[in-house]
């Protein structure tokens, strides 16, 4: 049965990611001494908090089942995530190879491998599903299959880490690696968070609560990053990684709020649901949309930030959601967006 708070909650932090993606370069361009650049930083700050809500929806949807087939999870969702990170890595670099961007094919395997900026979310998610059935055996009391943990030992002690152990360190099997890098098992924790707050009943007073503090948390780090900005003369996030403090209390605050509208009646819930299904797809290919958006000129210009950065921002949403829609209603391209 679908939740329909966690659909909007999927909506939300889609839209906060495309728009961290569409006020990056206003960030940096915007002289740092002008209100214009803290709106952007307080704009900038805001979107990363929605991060953190995806794998806090993940770590409630599977963690909560009664029982978890470590294999199926590992075929399902680790390699399919994995298919989706090859494919559109292989996507956006040949288009990148259609413009010149590439001196040899070395260079084009390469990005291949390290795949666009925002494929990054695709193996860290993958990472945390790898690990999932591990978590669920620990909370639900069950045994856990000890050939799987012997597969986790395997494939990530042994094989990935001797893609480093050559005489003469490879750049290529470094960048492979770096795509397994337990750096990112941390958002573990916020699907295990996720999980742990969805089981609490959420008071009345969160409705309010919950939105108090993610404004308070974002006015303070917003300040902070426009301080930080000032002390070092440029545009800074301090204040910007997924695990700071502020990123926390607004993430949790952000989820809380969701949570407290569980078991409340929407009258376009069907509509909300087939958004939801888009969102993946709209994360995947808003980038290449972004990118034609420049090609046909426009881009943001330093007289004109806040409203080429609102305008770019919208024809984001207005294109990829409709066109996310039609492409998964096309046989063999659905799964490529899903």
Request: charged share 15%; net charge positive; proline share 5%.
């Amino acid at each position: 049965m679908r939740r329909t708070e966690l659909d909007l909650c999927r909506i939300t932090a889609c839209l906060g990611v495309i728009l961290s993606h569409a006020t990056a370069d206003g960030f940096h361009m915007e002289p740092i001494w002008t209100w214009r650049f803290w709106i952007l930083c307080l704009v900038s700050t805001v979107v990363r908090a929605t991060i953190p809500q995806f794998f806090m929806i993940s770590g409630t949807l599977l963690l909560e089942r009664a029982t978890m087939d470590p294999w199926k999870t590992l075929k399902k969702r680790t390699g399919h995530l994995w298919g989706l990170f090859l494919f559109w890595s292989l996507a956006y670099a040949l288009l990148r190879a259609a413009t010149g961007a590439f001196d040899s094919f070395y260079d084009f395997i390469s990005a291949v491998v390290v795949g666009q900026y925002h494929l990054w979310f695709l193996p860290a998610m993958a990472l945390v599903y790898l690990f999932m059935p591990v978590v669920h055996a620990a909370i639900h009391g069950n045994r856990m299959d000890p050939r799987y943990l012997l597969f986790l030992f395997l494939f990530l002690g042994i094989f990935i880490a001797n893609f480093n152990l050559t005489p003469d360190t490879s750049l290529l099997l470094y960048r492979i690696t770096l795509n397994f890098s337990l750096d990112y098992l941390p958002h573990l924790g916020y699907a295990v968070w996720g999980w742990w707050l969805a089981r609490r009943q959420m008071p009345r007073q969160t409705l309010w609560l919950a939105p108090l503090i993610f404004t308070a948390t974002l006015i303070a780090a917003t300040q902070a990053n426009f301080w930080y900005s000032s002390y070092k003369a440029e545009a800074d996030g301090w204040l910007f990684n997924f695990f700071s403090l502020p990123n926390f209390l607004m993430g949790t605050s952000a989820w809380c709020f969701f949570l407290a509208l569980r078991g409340r009646s929407f009258p376009h819930a069907k509509t909300v649901t087939a958004i939801a299904d888009c969102t993946l797809g709209v994360y995947l290919l808003h980038p290449m949309v972004l990118n034609v958006l420049k090609r046909l000129g426009l881009v943001v210009r330093p007289e004109h930030v806040l409203g080429d950065t609102a305008l770019r921002y919208v024809l984001l949403v207005a294109l990829t959601f409709p066109a996310v829609w039609v492409l998964r209603r096309i046989p063999g391209i659905r799964k490529l967006l899903a």
